[in-house]
């Protein structure tokens, strides 16, 4: 079983629509998740990042954690075409990241 | 602010040969690492060094060596490379944020194909 689970996808929404991304992990020592966007043809860059369990909201994004449960999302509101990319979720207690597969998304205009 | 480096961005090879992936940072971060990314398995971390003058392997280690050649630099060698190798490969190193969380900045990936 991997350390880090998540729905490849694709997911394809119509612009404005919500999309909802969700990781479950193994590992409860794990203290920082994080999300991470990969545009095509690009490396990954940080998107945001929870410390423990809670919400966090960055304009139109919003990670949850949900540690008891240990399952993590992602909120896109108000989705735009320019969001269509490839969200990875990490997460880790040290020096080294667990990564979720990645889901492709596409928000179609 | 060029952030993390990596060349080449492309390169093709026939079974059997080598070469080595140059990577290179300037944020003044201590630890760096090397992943592949494969359709639908996600990033797998091959090799990472914590601190300058140190190595550990990671999840794929096999058929790779690495170098930290200085705590800017990071290199990762394919001394025979074979089809499986055939990936795309993505350098990162890591910072601490404020708030304690470590992060990871990635450049921006070198495509390998081995035929």
């Known amino acids: 079983q991997k350390e880090v689970e998540q729905d490849p996808g694709p997911l394809s929404v119509p612009e404005g629509a919500i999309v909802s991304l969700n990781c479950t992990y193994s590992n409860s020592a794990f203290q920082y998740f994080m999300w991470y966007r990969q545009y095509s043809r690009k490396g990954p860059e940080l998107l945001m990042y929870?410390?423990?369990?809670g919400n966090k909201e960055d304009g139109r994004f919003t990670a949850q954690v949900d540690k008891s449960s240990k399952y993590i999302s992602l909120f896109i509101r108000d989705s735009q075409p320019s969001d269509s990319a490839t969200y990875l979720c990490a997460m880790n207690g040290g020096y080294k990241l667990s990564f979720g597969a990645g889901t492709t998304v596409t928000v179609r205009a | 602010n060029a952030g993390v480096t990596q060349t080449p961005k492309f390169q093709v090879l026939k079974t059997g040969q080598s070469m080595t992936l140059q990577c290179a940072q300037d944020?003044?971060?201590?630890?760096m690492y090397w992943y592949r990314q494969d359709p639908g398995m996600g990033l797998r971390l091959i090799y990472y060094?914590?601190?300058?003058?140190?190595?550990d392997k990671g999840e794929v280690p096999n058929g790779y060596n690495v170098s930290r050649l200085n705590k800017r630099e990071f290199s990762l060698r394919l001394e025979s490379a074979a089809p499986s190798q055939t990936s795309v490969y993505f350098c990162?190193?890591?910072?601490?944020?404020?708030?304690?969380?470590?992060?990871?900045?990635f450049g921006a990936g070198s495509r390998l194909t081995v035929l």
């Open positions: 060094s914590a601190s300058e003058g140190t190595t």
């Open positions: 944020m003044n971060h201590n630890s």
């Open positions: 929870t410390y423990s369990s």
């Open positions: 990162a190193s890591m910072g601490t944020e404020f708030s304690g969380a470590n992060v990871l900045t």
